[in-house]
């Protein structure tokens, strides 16, 4: 039992360090960010961006039938999540603000007609309505806004008004970059543990 403790504590010092040294890199991207910007990447909110934008990257998320088939599977779990009270209680999600997530066919086209741009962008209040259940959307656009100040996402507003996100690129590898260190050392504690 004190060994199983032992590996189980063990295995959270490996995970927490991987996360420091993922936050200590897009903290250190940028030298001169002003602190409450460096605190604010410290924060769950970005890393949960970073980890959305790498999953569109590693998944090779390219296509219209892809980008529909993203927001068709969006709707499926807001609407699932909207039925289970209980689940709706465990998220701390009000039904009002699930209800507005969800994508209607001419949100769909828009979220494609951005993402076909070049580079690909997201409109700020769909990548809020897209990680919903993970932060509220005021939670999304402070995170967006201090990515932005320290360079690791892009912005710009289209001729609508509407604030178009690009990200160049480094999230995505920093986030890889975590996944493949956690990997690495989660392996290195297994062999430790024979």
Do not use: W
């Not at 919903?132 to 996402?153: D, F, I, W």
Request: overall charge negative; proline content about 4%; charged content about 30%.
């Amino acid at each position: 039992m004190a060994e199983e403790n032992t590996n189980r504590l063990r295995l959270l010092e490996v995970m927490r360090v991987s996360k420091l040294e993922f936050v200590e890199r897009l903290v250190a991207h940028s030298d001169n960010i002003p602190r409450e910007t460096a605190k604010a990447l410290r924060g769950e909110a970005v890393a949960q961006i970073c980890e959305f934008y790498f999953l569109i990257d590693e998944m090779k998320i390219e296509t219209d039938q892809q980008v529909r088939r993203l927001a068709h599977g969006h709707n499926a779990l807001t609407e699932a999540t909207l039925s289970d009270p209980g689940k709706m209680e465990r998220l701390g999600k009000k039904p009002d603000a699930l209800k507005k997530a969800l994508f209607q066919e001419l949100g769909i086209e828009k979220l494609i007609e951005n993402f076909r741009r070049r580079p690909p962008c997201f409109d700020q209040s769909d990548l809020s309505r897209l990680l919903v259940t993970q932060m509220a959307p005021e939670s999304c656009n402070r995170a967006v806004k201090h990515m932005e100040e320290a360079g690791l996402l892009e912005s710009f507003k289209n001729p609508y008004g509407s604030k178009l996100l690009h990200s160049p690129g480094l999230i995505e590898e920093y986030y890889r970059n975590y996944l493949d260190d956690l990997g690495v050392k989660v392996r290195l504690h297994s062999v430790q543990e024979q």
